[in-house]
């Protein structure tokens, strides 16, 4: 009976510090982070096919929004998200769809870029020192994705 014990208590504990590990943890985010990138594109297209544009123009502005590389702008705006998670999603697509209007390309690893997206997306968020201080740590967090 001990024995049974002891070995289903290892088993158990080996499999918690299995889940610990960092690498599964980090392909979780990733596998997160790409359901947020095709969800991002997606709705940005969708928005923009909304307001009368073509698909292929859509997908076209969509691309040159977020600079060609879409995942990386999605894993900066998880990360926006997460230090400000009162910023509702359909309201940051809408601001994005009106940048991608005019053929604009944004760059999420600016802190003056983040300050705006904040400032256009939330009007009832007020920034203060503590708000300032997470927005410069996102904009560096970004600028490291981003190298």
């Not at 123009?57 to 990386?72: C, I, P, S, W, Y």
């Not at 702008?73 to 209007?101: G, Q, R, W």
């Amino acid at each position: 009976m001990k024995i049974k014990f002891v070995f289903f208590g290892t088993v158990l504990l080996i499999g918690n510090l299995v889940f610990a590990l960092p690498a599964g943890n980090m392909q979780r985010f990733r596998q997160d982070v790409a359901v947020v990138d095709h969800s991002l594109l997606d709705n940005v297209i969708l928005a923009l096919v909304e307001m009368g544009f073509e698909y292929d123009v859509a997908k076209n502005r969509a691309e040159t929004l977020f600079g060609g590389d879409h995942m990386t702008a999605a894993m900066s705006l998880y990360n926006l998200k997460s230090a400000f998670p009162e910023i509702d999603h359909d309201v940051m697509v809408k601001h994005l769809s009106k940048l991608a209007v005019y053929g604009r390309s944004i760059d999420l690893a600016s802190y003056d870029t983040l300050i705006s997206i904040i400032q256009s997306t939330n009007h009832e968020l007020l920034l203060n020192s503590d708000s300032y201080e997470k927005l410069y740590r996102v904009a560096r967090l970004n600028g490291s994705i981003k190298a």
